[in-house]
């Protein structure tokens, strides 16, 4: 069984690992949601809430960790972090870019 150690519900973790504090943080999860990063339609739904996703491809981005680092951080396999990110494309990027502007 996989144990999530990084979360949003955690507000210590965001701006140890994006740079952002909590308010930033929570302004760009909303900006995601706004370009569409809710799921939508059928099938199954994320294990992760948006924040954490958001949270995840930061972290990604931010750490040059691998995709078992970052999966044994949120408690997902690795296959489940390179889908996040192979699907958010346009999001992680916008993500990144945020991100970056902060530094």
């Not at 680092?69 to 916008?94: D, E, H, N, T």
Request: contains cysteine; glycine residues 10%; charged residues 15%.
């Amino acid at each position: 069984m996989l144990v999530q150690v990084i979360s949003r519900q955690q507000p210590e973790w965001v701006s140890v690992f994006t740079g952002l504090t909590v308010r930033q943080f929570d302004k760009l999860v909303g900006v995601v949601a706004a370009c569409g990063g809710q799921q939508t339609g059928t099938g199954r739904r994320w294990g992760l809430s948006l924040a954490d996703r958001v949270l995840l491809v930061a972290v990604y981005y931010r750490t040059n960790l691998t995709y078992r680092q970052v999966a044994l951080l949120f408690g997902v396999s690795k296959g489940a972090v390179a889908s996040w990110r192979a699907r958010s494309g346009r999001l992680g990027r916008c993500v990144v870019a945020v991100v970056e502007y902060q530094h």
